[in-house]
């Protein structure tokens, strides 16, 4: 089945640690996305990537990190610099197309600092 | 002004009867809108698209578009509990490339 694989599900960053999140997509989707959501608040985008070796700032970039080598994934590393990193993160993908294409979601990464 | 604005809830609503889940959007370039369900402690799933004025029905769900009024709107016919969730809504804004801009969502409570 293809969809968004997201991982680990749950992860714990001690103080000025940088982590990794994993997201794999086998939908063969040109666009990928990072979003942090806060309790009892919208998704926020901290970056996208519309194309292999190639992305952009969201309006919340700092303190995070992403590469794009492949088309199948988009990590996501969160810095030391981000100094509130405890949140719940999602990684979306969409087709190439322009706007109009719907996103669909992997199933999330909670990450808290300990 | 936020991007796109939701009532926060909770919306209460009995079994059976309509609820009525609204979004205002402020960027009047926009032209894609999607309405998301999200479980707690779950990822967001795609319930609607629209992108043309009017209605556009899909089993009990419909989603009302106002683009002269920067409104969407999204209607559950004959609630059940397990409607019950946060509804985001999301806005496809003007400049090439598909980010979307969330809502703070509605938490929407189906009782029996």
């Known amino acids: 089945d293809g969809g968004i694989t997201q991982s680990p599900k749950y992860l714990f960053r001690k103080e000025g640690q940088n982590v990794t999140l994993s997201c794999e997509q086998n939908?063969?989707?040109?666009?990928m996305y990072w979003y942090r959501q806060d309790p009892g608040q919208g998704l926020r985008l901290i970056y996208y990537?519309?194309?292999?070796?190639?992305?952009q700032k969201g309006d919340i970039a700092e303190g995070y990190s992403v590469s794009r080598e492949k088309k199948e994934s988009f990590p996501l590393t969160v810095t030391s610099a981000q100094k509130n990193p405890t949140a719940f993160y999602l990684c979306?993908?969409?087709?190439?197309?322009?706007?109009?294409?719907?996103?669909?979601f992997g199933q999330g990464t909670r990450l808290t600092v300990v | 002004q936020k991007e796109v604005e939701q009532n926060s809830g909770p919306l209460s609503v009995p079994e059976g009867a309509i609820a009525s889940l609204n979004c205002t959007y402020s960027?009047?370039?926009?032209?894609?809108f999607f309405w998301y369900r999200q479980y707690s402690g779950k990822s967001p799933e795609l319930i609607m698209s629209?992108?043309?004025?009017g209605d556009k029905e899909d089993g009990r769900f419909t989603a009302q578009l106002n683009k002269a009024s920067q409104y969407v709107s999204l209607l559950i016919r004959d609630s059940q509990p397990s409607d019950s969730a946060t509804y985001l809504c999301?806005?496809?804004?003007?400049?090439?490339?598909?980010?979307?801009?969330f809502g703070a969502g509605t938490r929407l409570a189906v009782h029996p």
């Open positions: 960027d009047r370039g926009s032209q894609s």
């Open positions: 979306a993908s969409t087709r190439r197309g322009g706007q109009g294409t719907e996103a669909f």
């Open positions: 999301a806005v496809n804004p003007p400049g090439g490339y598909n980010k979307l801009i």
């Open positions: 990537s519309q194309i292999v070796n190639d992305f």
């Open positions: 939908l063969n989707h040109d666009a």
């Open positions: 629209i992108y043309s004025n």
